[in-house]
C-alpha cells in the first residue's frame, strides 16, 4: 500500500524500505557497496551504477571520456564533472 514515503519493498536479501520511483535498488544494499576504485567512492550511487554501466573502472577509462559524453550517461548529473575533473587532475590526466 503507498504512503507518503513511497511504496514498501523488500530486496532479495531481505531488507524493507520504502521507495516513491520505480527504482529498483535498495538502498540498504547499496549502501553496503564499497567501490574498489577510489574515485568511484567521492560519487553519489546513482554516478557511480552510470560510470559502472558504461564500462568505466578506472581513471584511466575515465580519461577518455569527454563532459559531454559524461553527461548523457543516465544518473551522472553536473555536479559530479568537478569531482571527476579532481580525480583525473589527481593522476596527472585530464577528460577528453
Known sequence: MPTAKGTLRTCKK????????????????????????????????PARRALQNAGISTVAQLSKWSKKELLQLHGLGPSSIPLLEKVVAKHGLLLK
Open 14 to 45: 531481505g531488507h524493507q524500505y520504502y521507495k516513491s520511483s520505480d527504482c529498483p535498488v535498495c538502498p540498504v544494499c547499496a549502501a553496503a557497496e564499497n567501490p574498489e576504485e577510489e574515485f568511484l567512492a567521492v560519487l553519489s550511487a
